[in-house]
């Protein structure tokens, strides 16, 4: 039961980078390059911390794939920060409530993992709560919310990398992966160069560097970087990539509620959609999700 505590844990961390993410991406960024670039700078900063306290991680062929990882992570953001910057953080965030559904079908099929009738029952959950929540209403019609086709291709990369890591860490340690995976979110930065119309961009916004920019662009990586090594943790301990996905859920509740909070709190850099009937959606569509992890924890 120990992973469940580590799952829980890193939405909380992942909660406040989103709303950072939306507020710096607003302010601070010219374009979604930009915005990726500036987010593995950090990640040097980070290599030779982790090294100083999980040890130089021992090379070998299954060192690769973490760092591969770490690269299309990187990559993944691309289409988060896309999404993002069309519609409400909350609701974006919500969305990923559908990476638990990928995520068991892929490890049942890939890694011959096992799918009880409890499990099934809470991804149909965590499914049906995640639809409810993408649909708003537009001139008395539902739809989907601004920016859904980004942050699916987003949910679709992040379900593979899930079940790929869950792999990853069975074959080195948790310390190794860490120190491996973050190595490739440092290297997808200058990897970028070799793409000369990103290239020209990111020269461009380096020559208007800022530093109030890369010191949010730190402090955010922080409480990333606690977030992935806490769900690393939490998918090192579980008997499945999919509990660990349908777990980290709860995020659902953290985020509306600390939207709120941040709306009223910050009108001026957070406005997020805190009306009665919105919320209404959010809430239902969050429970509804909540009662797949409940079920999930009852198996557990």
């Not at 040890?55 to 690769?64: A, H, L, M, T, W």
Request: glycine share 6%.
């Amino acid at each position: 039961m120990t992973w469940i505590y580590f799952a829980l844990v890193a939405p909380i961390f992942w909660s406040i980078s989103n709303f950072v993410d939306k507020y710096t991406l607003e302010k601070y960024f010219n374009n979604v390059y930009d915005f990726l670039f500036f987010s593995t700078l950090t990640s040097w900063i980070f290599v030779p911390i982790l090294i100083l306290i999980f040890g130089i991680p021992e090379i070998s062929i299954y060192s690769v794939p973490p760092i591969i990882f770490g690269i299309v992570l990187i990559g993944s953001y691309g289409f988060y920060g896309k999404a993002l910057a069309l519609g409400e953080t909350s609701r974006i965030v919500l969305m990923f409530k559908l990476i638990p559904v990928l995520t068991l079908i892929l490890g049942y099929i890939l890694l011959h993992q096992t799918l009880t009738l409890n499990e099934f029952i809470a991804f149909v959950l965590v499914l049906i709560g995640a639809f409810f929540v993408s649909l708003e209403r537009i001139d008395g019609k539902l739809r989907l919310f601004k920016g859904v086709r980004w942050i699916l291709i987003d949910i679709i990369i992040w379900s593979i990398l899930f079940v790929c890591i869950d792999w990853s860490l069975t074959t080195i340690s948790f310390e190794s992966y860490i120190v491996w995976e973050t190595l490739g979110t440092a290297l997808a930065g200058p990897l970028m160069f070799l793409i000369p119309n990103i290239r020209r961009q990111i020269i461009y916004d380096l020559q208007i560097f800022s530093w109030p920019k890369f010191n949010w662009m730190a402090v955010n990586n922080v409480f990333d970087l606690l977030g992935q090594m806490s769900v690393k943790k939490a998918l090192a301990l579980a008997p499945s990539a999919g509990l660990v996905t349908v777990a980290i859920q709860i995020q659902s509740l953290y985020i509306i509620i600390l939207g709120v909070i941040l709306t009223i709190l910050f009108p001026t850099y957070i406005k997020e959609d805190i009306s009665r009937k919105n919320l209404t959606n959010k809430f239902v569509g969050a429970f509804i999700m909540f009662a797949g992890v409940y079920i999930l924890f009852t198996t557990t």
